[in-house]
């Protein structure tokens, strides 16, 4: 017998929260995301999704009380599919079929009362930056805001019938490895043009580096794939509540002529640091963060966002600006490694792009999707021009 519980009190609410804890307590590769974090997403106040969407979650316990899985179950409503698709998230349970089945079916069936006819999962109810996918591939330590699962659950939801709509890629290379002498020629070539520079991002000139941020972006990715024009503003605050992990090394800007034509944005992999806090970050843990920032070296950076104006691609530039780079933060900080943020395999132009870096892919997730009528032709996400 499984109960079911919405979670609507605080008890809950912190039981959502410490279910995945005890359940990877001897997995050395899980890290606690910040408690504040998972919050944030299931408060209307905080969520911009609550305005349009619908999002609950439920606890799943067994006769003796003792909980065996945990999900969110949600309406997106910037969500446009060929039907209409609801979402899961942050899934845990136990590893049993039938536990997990249960919850799949109680996830579908409140679905279904609202129209739906299929859910994707696991997804966030949010944008997909955060909390997307379930990791198959490449079962290391995540970086802040992704999904980590033991290798049981792909299990869980295929045998349930969930298929995979894509798969989400994740490239990474050691600092220190070969750079392709593509790279280093480049660097040649335009290191004798005058008119070329390279700056790395400067914490008291935020205001600048937003503006060029915003001028570059939206040229290279706006009409790229799934691309948004972004808004001066709105990245200068998003500059703003960055600054406290800034790493003044490790995010570079190309100019011709002062004018913006390239970036290549990094930052630190702060779950190195928040895996000492245990999900917790009140004033002691402020205070511990503080401490290890600063004593405890960080060697893995994450690769955010990396674009080039179109009238200088495919000129090399992307080289200069790399070899540029990475002489410097080899010198200048302790990073090993860097990580991109995943790439989906709908998007073959990324990938390629992401290939150009000398990178491999080390981790993969997927987001699966499960059609309630089970005669319906599946098809996965359609590949991007």
Excluded at 32 to 44: A, V
Excluded at 56 to 76: D, P, S
């Amino acid at each position: 017998m499984i109960i079911v519980e919405k979670v609507q009190n605080e008890n809950q609410q912190q039981e959502f929260l410490e279910f995945p804890a005890r359940l990877y307590q001897h997995d050395k590769n899980y890290i606690r995301p910040l408690d504040k974090t998972i919050r944030e997403i299931f408060d209307p106040e905080k969520n911009k999704f609550f305005q349009c969407g619908e999002c609950v979650r439920f606890l799943f316990k067994n006769k003796h009380q003792e909980t065996v899985g945990k999900v969110a179950v949600f309406i997106l409503c910037d969500y446009p599919q060929k039907q209409p698709t609801g979402g899961i998230g942050f899934f845990d349970c136990i590893d049993d079929q039938e536990t997990a089945n249960f919850i799949f079916d109680h996830c579908k069936a409140w679905l279904q009362e609202r129209g739906m006819e299929a859910m994707d999962g696991p997804i966030n109810f949010g944008e997909r930056d955060k909390f997307w996918g379930l990791l198959t591939e490449g079962f290391s330590e995540p970086l802040y805001g992704m999904n980590y699962n033991s290798p049981y659950y792909k299990d869980l939801f295929e045998n349930y019938g969930f298929q995979v709509y894509f798969e989400q890629l994740c490239f990474s290379r050691p600092i220190f490895a070969e750079v392709s002498r593509v790279f280093t020629v480049m660097h040649a070539k335009h290191s004798r043009n005058p008119s070329i520079s390279a700056k790395p991002m400067k914490k008291n000139n935020l205001a600048k580096f937003a503006k060029d941020f915003t001028e570059i972006y939206n040229q290279a990715w706006a009409a790229h794939g799934e691309g948004k024009q972004l808004e001066e503003a709105k990245v200068l605050k998003m500059f703003h509540t960055m600054k406290p992990i800034i790493n003044e090394h490790i995010s570079w800007f190309v100019y011709e002529n002062e004018k913006p034509i390239a970036m290549w944005m990094n930052l630190p992999d702060v779950n190195q640091w928040f895996r000492f806090l245990h999900g917790r970050f009140g004033i002691v843990e402020k205070l511990k963060f503080l401490w290890i920032k600063r004593f405890r070296k960080n060697e893995k950076m994450v690769g955010i966002v990396f674009g080039v104006i179109p009238e200088w691609q495919k000129k090399g530039i992307d080289g200069y600006m790399i070899w540029e780079g990475t002489q410097h933060l080899r010198k200048h900080t302790d990073f090993k490694t860097t990580e991109l943020q995943w790439i989906g395999d709908f998007n073959p132009k990324m990938i390629k792009i992401a290939e150009s870096l000398d990178t491999t892919v080390t981790r993969k997730l997927a987001t699966y999707r499960y059609l309630f009528d089970r005669t319906q032709d599946f098809e996965r996400h359609p590949i991007l021009a």
